[in-house]
């Protein structure tokens, strides 16, 4: 099962790894490295961090494992750091890591609109896909006239990004080519791909298409490529106005089998995407639950689940966080520094201060990410 690691944001991400599978290692959206699951750590959980006003200096924590809080950072000052380890991270050798940092420039692309251009020229499908979504969402209009000859990539995946990307910048883009893809394409990945830009585009009259793709099938598509698919698509007519079909999201937080865990996977951070209230007390359960053998669900699930309560102003999964922080895999910590993102305040930037000098670059990237998160709430931004 590959997931990302935050779709946090605006979750763009995780929708094209799960479209275009391009990354080795999703969402929505992002900061989307990405893992299979791991065991859940046992044993009690810490105490959760409180969200408090993000405002205030935040306090510098020692690694996991040590005596506590040092010395007090501004926010400003983390901000910049931030800024240098998604610049550090524009130019790593690691498809994944240029993909995230791009990701997470969109964040303050007044100051990274020269990471967004790179990754609009770079050699990987994936990250000049995110490129022109982030230039789109953060309206970067200074980039649309790279944007234009995207329309003509050899890849579906960046094509329909360059579509997303002008339409969400006010400039007249045909946005038919979306609408071939939706209905037409081989791949069930190009389809979700398509019907995730379409609901970012945020125009209603693709509700029709969107109806129209939901009962399409996919021959030889895996009943998983169909499922998440559908999901794709579900959270595509939500965000233009189908509040309804928010329910066939929620279905899809009760797995009856393994193979159907990917799907709850999107499904939890689908669900935080488009803040739909009424499911946090399924994802709360959800979070709980364990199998016969009395395991929990697997780590990033359950990370999921905490990043999308927060995203629903509800801090309370934070605790799962803090099980994973110090965990031996980089992607469960990098997902943890997503959840602190989204929780924000205090001692989630205390955490975050501590986590962008990880020794994995995937943390670091998802920390500053994180850090931009939290004193942003989340927001693309031209700043």
Do not use: W
Request: hydrophobic share 40%.
């Amino acid at each position: 099962m590959t997931r990302s690691a935050s779709r946090a944001p605006g979750t763009y991400l995780l929708a094209l790894v799960l479209a275009a599978g391009a990354l080795p290692g999703c969402g929505s959206s992002g900061s989307a490295t990405t893992t299979k699951p791991d065991k859940p750590a046992t044993g009690p959980a810490p105490a959760q961090a409180k969200s408090q006003d993000s405002s205030k200096p935040a306090t510098r924590n020692t690694p996991p494992g040590g005596q506590g809080p040092s010395t007090l950072v501004s926010s400003s000052e983390l901000r910049e750091r931030a800024l240098e380890v998604i610049e550090d991270g524009s130019r790593g050798s690691a498809p994944e890591v240029r993909a995230n940092a791009v990701e997470a420039a969109g964040l303050a692309a007044r100051r990274c609109e020269s990471v967004i251009a790179s990754g609009l020229k770079d050699d990987n499908v994936a990250v000049r896909s995110v490129a022109a979504m982030a230039a789109g969402r953060a309206k970067v209009e200074a980039l649309a006239p790279a944007l234009n000859p995207m329309l003509l990539d050899s890849s579906p995946f960046v094509r329909a990004a360059a579509v997303m990307g002008l339409a969400r910048m006010g400039k007249p883009v045909d946005q038919t080519p979306l609408s071939t893809m939706l209905l037409t394409d081989s791949s069930p990945r190009v389809r979700a791909h398509a019907a995730f830009c379409l609901g970012e585009i945020g125009n209603r009259s693709a509700l029709g298409l969107l109806r129209q793709a939901a009962r399409s099938s996919v021959p030889r598509a895996s009943d998983t490529e169909i499922k998440l698919m559908q999901l794709q698509v579900s959270e595509a007519m939500v965000k233009l106005g189908d509040d309804e079909t928010v329910q066939s999201i929620r279905a899809a937080l009760y797995p009856s089998r393994p193979e159907e865990l990917e799907a709850t996977a999107l499904a939890v951070q689908i669900l935080g995407q488009v803040r739909d209230k009424g499911s946090s007390g399924a994802m709360i359960h959800l979070a709980e639950t364990k199998d016969a053998a009395g395991s929990l669900l697997p780590a990033e699930i359950r990370l999921g689940i905490a990043g999308s309560l927060a995203k629903l102003g509800s801090p309370q999964g934070g605790f799962i966080a803090d099980e994973f922080v110090a965990d031996q895999s980089p992607l469960l910590r990098a997902q943890a520094a997503a959840v602190y993102g989204e929780i924000g305040g205090q001692a989630s930037l205390a955490r975050l201060s501590t986590m962008l000098g990880d020794p994995d670059e995937r943390v670091r990237i998802s920390a500053a990410r994180g850090v931009l998160t939290a004193l942003s709430g989340g927001r693309a931004s031209a700043e």
